[in-house]
């Protein structure tokens, strides 16, 4: 009989639940530690790529949120004045990248997730932290006021502001500030019908989104400085800074109660670490490589690591002279850390791309990308390449397979799946 294996996942957001289901479906006795008192998370809606939806074919859920997919027909790119910028057909993603984006409020992901665990192995209002990440002759230990647990692989998931990922990297600077604060509200608004887009402000967007449930999601971006609130309230805010933007905003906005309101600045990891695991840790999700928000990819990441890691960790994915799990992690850094670091540098750039300033460059970028979709509507598609089609290195999934130099089948990196890519992004 096989000797069990525990693993430990500090965090219960999306990248911890994800990792614990598929570790737990290969067979491991999985633990979650999540310091919330539930695992009813803190924000409001995430967009899943038809990357994420395939890394969740390997848990049997990709088309469970699939048929959650609310956007149809044509979405795009506005201004304040509601002006379209661009189109985005959604069957026209569908069809190139074989699939959807879905968006759907992260409860229904997270309750999606932990349905695929055991009860006992969900643990909240549990305060973790890293005693010891362990090495090839000695297992991890993670120390809770209950005591210390023993681990041959701890799973750390907890978040931009990592305190494992302080231990394990004590000289990286850690996150940085990404210039902008973001609101998000998801909230019925009766009686409105509206097209899935986003606007371009001087300094500022907004995105408004129909979810499959009725209620509509919106969010918005203003460049300010770190730690600034508003004198009132966060509602209050929203109507001075976009309340003579287009319809819908002014009915999204009248229907917002203000404490429907969450407000966050935005920080992110300018410098990648130098791997995403040591000893017997490994980091997922922005505890690895935390990214603004601008390319909708987070989330979507923090998924793709938590199944390529427990891939990783798979019966026979190791060298047979050599410890399993942490040559598994190794492969799980080459295979990660150059997509992500990838990913994150772009979000960057189309931060600084959609916040612009200056009125001259406004006018040059709107121009730009109002000429470009009319001259060509799909080359907008070109942009989610390296990203949307990226696939699990393992079936099952939809339409795939094993991607040639897997780094645990005796290859390089993923290579293929490590090209820039540059998505005109649906949150």
């Known amino acids: 009989m096989a000797q069990s294996r525990r693993a430990v996942v500090i965090g219960g957001g999306i990248g911890g639940l994800t990792a614990a289901a598929a570790l737990h479906r ?27 939806l395939r890394a969740l074919d390997v848990l049997g859920l990709g088309d469970e949120i699939r048929d959650l997919a609310a956007w ?6 506005r201004t304040p004045s509601g002006r379209w910028l661009s189109r985005t057909d959604a069957d026209a993603v569908a069809a190139r990248f074989g699939g959807p984006l879905v968006l759907l409020h992260r409860a229904t992901l997270i309750n999606s997730l932990a349905a695929q665990l055991p009860p006992q192995a969900l643990r909240t209002g549990i305060d973790a932290a890293m005693a010891d990440p362990g090495d090839t002759d000695r ?66 967007i907004w995105g408004s989104h129909p979810l499959k449930d ?8 203003a460049l300010t400085p770190a730690g600034q609130r508003a004198p009132d309230d966060e509602k209050a805010e ?15 906005l009248a229907a917002a109660r203000p404490e429907d309101v969450l407000r ?21 999700g922005d505890a690895a490589h935390a990214m603004p928000p601008t390319l909708g990819q987070g989330g979507n990441q923090a998924i793709e690591d938590a199944i390529v890691l427990a891939l990783t960790q798979a019966p026979g994915s190791a ?12 492969a799980y850094t080459a295979a990660r ?29 709107n121009t730009a990308l109002a000429a470009l979709s009319k001259a060509a509507p799909l080359l907008f598609l070109r942009s989610f390449e390296g990203i949307a089609d990226w696939r699990p290195p393992q079936a099952p999934y939809a339409a795939g397979k094993t991607p040639a130099g897997s780094p645990w089948t005796g290859g390089q990196p993923l290579e293929e799946n490590n090209r820039e890519g540059r998505l005109h992004r649906t949150r």
């Not at 990838?342 to 979000?347: E, F, G, L, N, V």
């Open 26 to 52: 290969d067979g491991w006795d999985v633990t979650v530690l999540e310091r919330a008192p539930s695992l009813e998370p803190v924000g409001a809606a995430i967009s899943l790529a038809p990357n994420s």
């Open 72 to 77: 149809q027909g044509d979405g795009g790119l």
């Open 139 to 204: 297992p991890a230990r993670v120390s809770t006021p209950d005591g210390e647990l023993e681990a041959d692989l701890v799973v750390a998931a907890d978040g931009i502001q990592s305190a494992v990922r302080r231990v394990l990297f004590p000289e990286h600077p850690g996150t940085v500030y990404s210039g902008f604060t973001t609101w998000r509200v998801v909230i019925p608004v009766p009686g409105v019908e509206f097209a899935s887009h986003e606007s371009w402000g001087r300094g500022r």
């Open 214 to 221: 009725g209620r509509v999601y919106a969010y918005a971006a």
């Open 238 to 252: 929203l109507l001075r800074r976009y309340g003579d933007w287009h319809d819908p905003i002014p009915a999204i």
């Open 264 to 284: 966050h600045d935005v920080h992110h990891i300018a410098d990648p670490l130098p791997a995403y695991h040591r000893g017997r840790v490994a980091l997922v």
């Open 319 to 330: 060298r047979a002279d050599g410890n399993p799990v942490c040559d598994g992690l190794a």
């Open 337 to 365: 850390l150059p997509r992500t670091t990838t990913i994150a540098r772009q979000a960057v750039r189309i931060g600084r791309l959609n916040m612009m300033t200056s009125r001259a460059g406004i006018a040059v970028r």
